[in-house]
């Protein structure tokens, strides 16, 4: 679980399968043979999990919770790792332990905005009740650019091709004098440009 001063997230269900397939890495690395495959299939995941961790977005379609301490002051809820596709829930814990499921008539959600957004119809509120202690507010949602590797931005790809590339042929970090080489700084560039940090 990721958290920060406004509550928290987790991954509930990881993607079905990774923006790269091992045949299109070896093909980027020049690599004849299954050999390697297992140690190529391990870093398309992490260099995929390193591209969402610098971006802060979702690349496959995963399914995102996000909890908090009480209703935002403001009229909506910011959902972190985008692109959101949608939200399957709001729920919250009352004082009382009771979870209750927050009706969908009083919020739209709103793809569009990045990160994506849970806000109040107008004329609507968040319910009254004295909240449970902890995190008792929690978003449920599917993010991801889609199903298939296809829908990934082109720039993210290519910066974790070039990452992978690195990792292959640098398989420890290098340090020469002060300058440590770690991740190509054209890969952190692409991801750069479609990140959310900057």
């Not at 093909?27 to 992490?46: K, S, V």
């Not at 690349?59 to 809820?77: D, F, K």
């Not at 959902?79 to 009382?96: A, C, G, N, R």
């Not at 009706?103 to 449970?132: K, M």
Request: glycine residues 6%; contains cysteine; proline residues 7%.
């Amino acid at each position: 679980m990721t958290t920060n001063n406004d509550g928290a997230w987790k991954l509930i269900t990881p993607p079905a399968i990774e923006p790269l397939t091992v045949e299109e890495v070896q093909q980027h690395l020049r690599i004849d043979g299954d050999a390697e495959y297992d140690l190529l299939a391990a870093y398309i995941r992490a260099a995929r999990e390193a591209c969402e961790a610098e971006t802060w977005r979702a690349l496959i379609t995963q399914t995102w919770e996000t909890a908090l301490p009480g209703w935002p002051s403001e009229r909506r809820i910011v959902l972190p790792k985008p692109p959101l596709q949608s939200v399957t829930w709001v729920k919250y814990v009352t004082e009382d332990g009771t979870e209750h499921t927050l009706d969908s008539d009083l919020y739209r959600v709103d793809s569009f905005a990045e990160p994506g957004l849970v806000i109040l119809r107008r004329d609507q509120s968040w319910p009254g009740e004295t909240l449970d202690v902890g995190l008792p507010v929690r978003v449920r949602y599917v993010a991801g650019y889609g199903d298939v590797a296809a829908s990934v931005p082109t720039g993210l790809a290519q910066g974790m091709r070039m990452v992978i590339g690195h990792w292959y042929n640098v398989r420890e970090t290098v340090n020469v004098g002060n300058i440590v080489n770690e991740v190509p700084l054209a890969a952190k560039w692409l991801w750069r440009l479609n990140s959310l940090r900057y």
